[in-house]
């Protein structure tokens, strides 16, 4: 099946499949996936030191760039040792992933 057609889940089973089972594979999983990536998107298009998720002001544990890193990493579905600054901002969250 061609990538274009991936769910975000199928596409979220491949990259922890690359992850080396770094991210779980289960659906729980990829739905506080799903949040995490929500804050680092919002991490990677802003400068402030702080961002908001679910009326919660965070200090940013990674750097604009950190962030861009990982948009890129799981938008071309590719996992490199930069992807590992997920869990500080899904641990940040408290949420497993």
């Known amino acids: 099946m061609k990538r274009s057609k991936w769910s975000g889940y199928d596409a979220y089973l491949v990259l922890s499949d690359k992850s080396g089972h770094k991210l779980k594979s289960c659906y729980d999983s990829y739905l506080n996936f799903k949040k995490v990536m929500e804050a680092i998107n ?46 500080l901002v899904s641990n940040q969250l408290k949420l497993k992933i």
């Open 42 to 87: 919002a991490i990677a298009f802003t400068d402030k030191s702080t961002y908001s998720m679910d009326g919660n002001i965070y200090e940013r544990k990674i750097t604009k760039t950190d962030a861009q890193n990982i948009l890129d990493g799981v938008n071309n579905n590719k996992w490199n040792n930069k992807l590992n600054n997920l869990f």
